[in-house]
C-alpha cells in the first residue's frame, strides 16, 4: 500500500460575523471521500486565514436548499430570530432524506453548537 493523500473539494465558502463580535468569519463546505466538513476561519494577524472550528456532518451528500429566493447549498442567517447569524448547511443522508444543519456560536465553549439538524 502507498499513502493517499485525503482527496478534499471545496464546495462553497460564505463570510458573516457568526461571531457576533465584527470578525469576518469564513465558513467553508468541503466535501471529502467520506463525509462533508465545515471549516470556520478567522483573518490571522499576518494575514492569513486560522481555523477555529472544524465540523463533520452527520450526512455525507451535498443538498441545497432555498433562502430568501435562492438556491444555496451553504449561507449564514439569522433563523431563530435572536440577532444572533447561524451557519446553515444542508445534506442528504443515505436514504437521500433532507437535513438542514444549523450550527450557532457558543460564546462559552468558543464552538460552533448544533441546534437543530432538520426542519
Do not use: W
Not at 493517499?4 to 465558513?27: A, K, N, W
Not at 440577532?83 to 446553515?88: A, S
Not at 462559552?108 to 437543530?116: A, C, D, E, G, P
Amino acid at each position: 500500500d502507498y499513502f493517499m493523500p485525503e482527496q478534499r473539494v471545496l464546495i462553497s465558502t460564505v463570510m458573516g460575523d457568526v461571531l457576533g463580535d465584527g470578525t469576518p468569519v469564513q465558513v467553508a463546505k468541503i466535501r471529502t471521500r467520506d463525509s462533508l466538513i465545515l471549516e470556520v476561519y478567522i483573518p490571522a494577524k499576518d494575514g492569513s486565514r486560522l481555523m477555529i472550528d472544524r465540523i463533520v456532518l452527520d450526512e455525507k451528500r451535498d443538498g441545497y436548499f432555498t433562502l430568501n429566493g435562492n438556491l444555496t447549498n451553504l449561507a449564514i442567517d439569522d433563523v431563530d430570530g435572536d440577532n444572533q447569524l447561524e451557519i446553515l448547511a444542508p445534506a442528504f443522508d443515505q436514504n437521500l432524506t433532507a437535513h438542514l444543519n444549523v450550527f450557532k456560536f457558543d460564546r462559552s465553549s468558543k464552538t460552533f453548537l448544533k441546534v437543530t439538524q432538520a426542519y
